[in-house]
């Protein structure tokens, strides 16, 4: 897993192998590996801090959502759902290298007019923003940006 930087969360053990040139990660929510790309090195991250940090159940965290929108089959990197299955958290995350702003907000935003999750979270591993939809608009948490 070297190569891949130091994220802005707290330290994690992951299972990891070496398939030909390809490192697979254990992602123990769906029970399978998967090729560890930075996108998904930074999934792992928040799902260890969102159930360890944060005590949310791994029962409750899916990854990988399916979002209708617009009849095109969309997917959100990770929700997390309450009792009844309701989404009270969207997650978008991006690789490192990629920065937050205008285009990762509006992903976000489209995701959650379907599914009207209360918070929305966007992280590239490095820099993480929260808002929580509240009276109608999204409400800046923790020093989330403008990002209009």
């Not at 937050?100 to 918070?119: D, E, F, P």
Request: charged content about 20%; glycine content about 8%.
């Amino acid at each position: 897993m070297s190569g891949l930087p130091k994220l802005n969360f707290p330290a994690i053990r992951l299972r990891a192998r070496r398939c030909g040139d390809v490192v697979e990660v254990w992602d123990s929510l769906r029970g399978v590996y998967l090729v560890l790309t930075p996108e998904e090195w930074v999934r792992q991250h928040l799902i260890a801090y969102l159930t360890t940090q944060c005590g949310v159940a791994p029962m409750r965290v899916v990854e990988e959502y399916a979002v209708p929108l617009n009849g095109q089959p969309q997917r959100a990197d990770v929700v997390v759902v309450g009792d009844r299955g309701e989404p009270l958290l969207l997650a978008e995350c991006k690789a490192p290298n990629v920065a937050i702003g205008r285009h990762t907000l509006a992903q976000a935003v489209r995701y959650n007019s379907v599914l009207q999750a209360r918070y929305v979270v966007l992280t590239n591993g490095l820099r993480h923003y929260c808002c929580e939809w509240c009276d109608g608009q999204y409400v800046r948490l923790d020093g989330f940006p403008d990002l209009s």
